[in-house]
């Protein structure tokens, strides 16, 4: 299956580079921003386009961004019409477009006016491209996307260029899992309690895009060595009152949402719905260890069983904007997130320990039966003001956000000896937490001159976690009893206070655009875990983007960013998870937060075609690196409690870590029906240590989709992803394959889509193989986890439009727009 993947794959490069879509010399362009004739805010995601004169068809186009503003390149010398369309808006026609060889036509602000009669339905009919690579971030808009419809958030991100998630829904970022995830540009504790959940709690049809940011500026929070990820929810700007569901329903998912959106003038407000729940999957697993001590003797311990998971969510919230005065703009948002997930099963063991000879000294069997529930609960609300000048792009915002979670978790597992007449032990546990945090921001923007602006501001994070933990230990008479040793409760406290200041510019007749800053952030942690004692510390990050184009469809973008990676209250809590008493896993309060410097180097290129190619390389250096080690105990003691034949894994700051790794993605139209879309990305990391020998692994991801137009009103869409195994540290991780189809209706005028979905359909577990080791043991487990499915999707909009009249003659007309909300991220 690998070497018909890897085929078709340089196929499809064989036909990108030999795809007739060049670009020719002389050709112009044509720029703009459209904006709303009442509200004089941008408009944004209108649909523009492009026609030579005489024909009814257009032949090029494109979306306008989040400040209404759009850029038409690679236009041959004409003379053309151009129409801009959004929804609830009377149509824009400018004739006579004139476009010179080489030169720029700029057609300012284009007022789109509100439509003043009453729609009884809703025909959406504007799209974005899937893939926007901006200079500061690459977008990747969820809603084309068909064969992750029916499933989560995670789903859409196993699409999104140089992301990459394994089957356990751990998340990378080019390769790396240290990722600052934030919803609507705003951090949620609903991350903080398990990322993995949170991530397949999210319906993919609640998704409006994925923004993947991996060289983030000074206005951006300096956590997360490997970027930023955020993910905007939908929401309308529409005017009226209009919404839609949408429904899914297969063999081992279910979810389904409800949307409604309401405006009226200057008022509106969004609601939503949504719930999803992953059925009862059962997976297997087989472990085969062999321990060696100092005498010679050979342990080996064999675990062969199996695991059944289920897990449900659902979400809900509603938010408010009033566009106050042209100038001045209110948000605010509550929403509710609720995820829960139980697992238990079965594993026999068997444990040998034999003499340097070969003779046996020991045998012993055992049944360990295991089960587990999580649930979380977690409430977010933000204010959001943002005031705008007369002077264009002069604007102030403050935000206010805070996020509360609750959470649970409930243990039990018990392990019966089948020989050896050794007591049966076994323990359970309930720890209950919550987590609270607040982030409150300034963010000011001063246009200096045409091409020289400054921005500066400050921001704090306040975080509170409380946790506690009680632990019950099976008596000899098969009763529990507390275990004071392991009972306890902690209080954790970060406080992060930041400023700061950065510049963006135009410089040498606009041949260069620059964008540097400095952020300064102080940390002070607080945990009172016995003997701990965690130092403030500070941090400086500078960071800098240096982008040129070199011609009207190709650029090149340099950036360096300095970021660290601050360890959560789970990385340092020294509570032992013992739910599995030979693999035994604890936090270290010890650790220090991971340095990182980053460097990246990108190039783009559109082809007059429509075909769009992105290739990045990177380079990134590590210090006090983060990192899980495993260390073999004989008899691991905790809490006057021996433990025999057992790897204890902690993560530690061990050495280094550089990785050097590049990424490609190409997206090619073939003929008016079929698109083809690549990423490939690959990397190579070294981790460099004082106690153990230099590891250099090298791994790669690619993956292929193909759409195909059949007619006006049916779709379909084949993906297909493999990622490579890599050597780390102490071993590999396994290499898997995963592979989609899907194919959609739309019916009732557009307003109605039904779709089929089948997930792996020939496979029904994916198979992952990896290995473990150090120098006194040797570990490979295989896991078969189940992730064949199908599936069917219902959608439907609906909605009845009353638009606003347009403002009195005394009201001012300018083209001071503010921009959507960013915060100080």
């Given at each position: 299956m690998r070497s018909v993947f890897t085929f078709f794959f340089f196929l499809f490069i064989s036909a990108f580079i030999n795809v007739n879509a060049q670009t020719g010399n002389g050709k112009g362009k044509i720029n703009g921003k459209v904006t709303d004739a009442a509200t004089k805010l941008p408009v944004d995601y209108a649909t523009v386009s492009l026609f030579k004169q005489g024909s009814a068809s257009p032949f090029n186009g494109i979306s306008t961004d989040a400040k209404g503003n759009f850029n038409i390149e690679n236009v041959p010398a004409g003379d053309y019409k151009l129409t801009v369309d959004f929804l609830g808006y009377t149509r824009s026609t400018?004739?006579?477009?004139?476009?010179?060889?080489?030169g720029s036509a700029a057609l300012g602000n284009i007022l789109l006016k509100p439509v003043q009669n009453q729609l009884s339905t809703v025909n959406v009919t504007a799209k974005a491209p899937i893939i926007e690579n901006r200079i500061d971030k690459m977008v990747y808009n969820a809603a084309n996307d068909l064969t992750a419809q029916g499933g989560v958030a995670i789903d859409v991100l196993k699409k999104v260029p140089q992301v990459t998630v394994d089957i356990d829904g751990n998340v990378e970022l080019q390769g790396n899992s240290n990722i600052r995830f934030l919803i609507n540009g705003k951090p949620s504790s609903i991350f903080g309690a398990s990322l993995a959940d949170a991530l397949q709690s999210i319906p993919a049809s609640q998704i409006k895009s994925i923004e993947v940011v991996t060289s983030p500026g000074a206005k951006y929070d300096a956590a997360g060595t490997g970027g930023i990820i955020n993910i905007i929810l939908k929401d309308s700007k529409v005017s009226g009152v209009n919404g839609s569901i949408n429904a899914a329903a297969g063999t081992r998912l279910e979810n389904g949402s409800l949307n409604l959106n309401a405006r009226k003038g200057n008022f509106g407000v969004n609601a939503y719905f949504s719930g999803n729940a992953q059925l009862k999957t059962t997976?297997?697993?087989?472990?085969?260890?062999?321990?060696?001590?100092?005498?010679?003797?050979?342990?080996?311990l064999l675990q062969n069983g199996s695991n059944t998971s289920q897990r449900s969510s659902y979400q809900t919230g509603i938010s408010f904007n009033w566009a106050i005065t042209p100038k001045d703009d209110l948000t605010a948002s509550l929403g509710f997130n609720h995820f829960g997930n139980h697992n238990y099963g079965l594993t026999n063991q068997q444990e040998t320990q034999t003499a340097a000879d070969g003779s046996l000294i020991s045998q012993l069997l055992s049944l360990r039966n295991s089960d587990s529930r999580f649930s979380a609960n977690s409430t977010d609300y933000s204010v959001n003001?943002?005031?705008?000048?007369?002077?264009?792009?002069?604007e102030l915002e403050v935000l206010y956000s805070s996020s509360y979670?609750?959470?649970?978790?409930?243990?039990?597992?018990?392990?019966?000896?089948?020989?050896?007449?050794?007591q049966a032990t076994g323990s359970r546990g309930n720890n209950p937490g919550n987590?609270?945090?607040?982030?409150?921001?300034?963010?000011?923007?001063?246009?200096?001159?045409?091409?020289?602006?400054?921005?500066?501001?400050?921001?704090?994070?306040?975080?509170?976690?409380?946790?506690?933990?009680?632990?019950?230990?099976?008596?000899?008479d098969?009763?529990?009893?507390?275990?004071?040793?392991?009972?306890?409760?902690f209080n954790y406290k970060r406080n992060i206070y930041a400023v700061y200041l950065s510049t963006s510019a135009s410089l040498f007749h606009n041949w260069l655009d620059v964008k540097a800053g400095l952020r300064n952030e102080y940390t002070k942690t607080t945990a009172d875990f016995p003997g701990v004692n965690i130092p403030g510390y500070n941090t400086l990050a500078p960071s800098a983007t240096l982008s040129h184009k070199l011609t009207q469809t190709q650029s090149i973008k340099l950036s360096y960013n300095y970021r660290i990676e601050r360890p959560d209250y789970g990385e340092i809590n020294p509570f032992y998870n013992i739910s599995d008493p030979h693999n035994i896993s604890t936090g270290n309060p010890n650790l220090k937060p991971e340095v990182s410097h980053g460097i990246e180097l990108g190039y783009n290129k559109s082809f007059e075609g429509g075909a769009n190619v992105y290739i990045g390389t990177f380079y990134r250096h590590n210090i006090d690196d983060i990192q899980p080690y495993t260390v073999p105990y004989d008899l691991l003691t905790?809490?006057?409690?021996?433990?025999?034949?057992?790897?204890?894994?902690?993560?530690?700051?061990?050495?280094?870590q550089t990785s050097i790794g590049g990424n490609i993605f190409a997206s090619v139209p073939v003929g008016s029906k079929l698109n083809l879309r690549t990423n490939a990305f690959l990397v190579s990391?070294?981790?460099?240590?004082?106690?153990?020998?230099?590891?250099?692994?090298?791994g790669y991801r690619v993956n292929l989709n193909a759409t195909y137009q059949f007619g006006h009103d049916l779709t379909a869409e084949a993906f297909g992803n493999y990622n490579s195994s890599q050597k780390n540290l102490q071993g590999t991780r396994p290499y898997f394959l995963f592979y989609n189809f899907a194919i959609r209706k739309q019916f009732l005028n557009k307003k109605a889509s039904l779709g089929l979905l089948a997930s792996n359909p020939f496979n029904k577990y994916v198979n992952m193989r990896s290995n473990t080791f150090g120098p006194t043991f040797n570990q490979i487990n295989l896991r078969q986890a189940p992730v064949q499915s199908f599936g069917i999707t219902l959608s439907y909009k609906f909605g009845k439009l009353e638009f606003a009249k347009e403002k009195e003659k005394g009201d001012k007309e300018d083209n001071d727009t503010p921009a959507p909300p960013e915060g100080n991220r």
């Open positions: 400018i004739e006579h477009v004139i476009v010179n060889a080489g997976g297997k697993s087989a472990n085969d260890r062999s321990s060696y001590n100092t005498t010679g003797d050979t342990t080996r003001y943002k005031k705008t000048f007369q002077k264009e792009g002069q979670s609750k959470n649970t978790v409930n243990y039990f597992q018990e392990q019966d000896y089948l020989s050896g007449g050794y987590d609270r945090e607040t982030n409150i921001s300034v963010d000011y923007t001063q246009p200096v001159t045409k091409n020289f602006t400054l921005e500066g501001g400050a921001k704090a994070v306040i975080e509170n976690l409380k946790n506690t933990v009680n632990t019950d230990t099976l008596l000899a098969r009763t529990y009893a507390n275990n004071a040793d392991q009972t306890y409760g905790i809490n006057g409690r021996d433990y025999p034949n057992v790897l204890l894994t902690q993560r530690s700051n061990i050495g280094t990391r070294t981790n460099d240590n004082p106690g153990v020998n230099r590891v250099t692994g090298f």
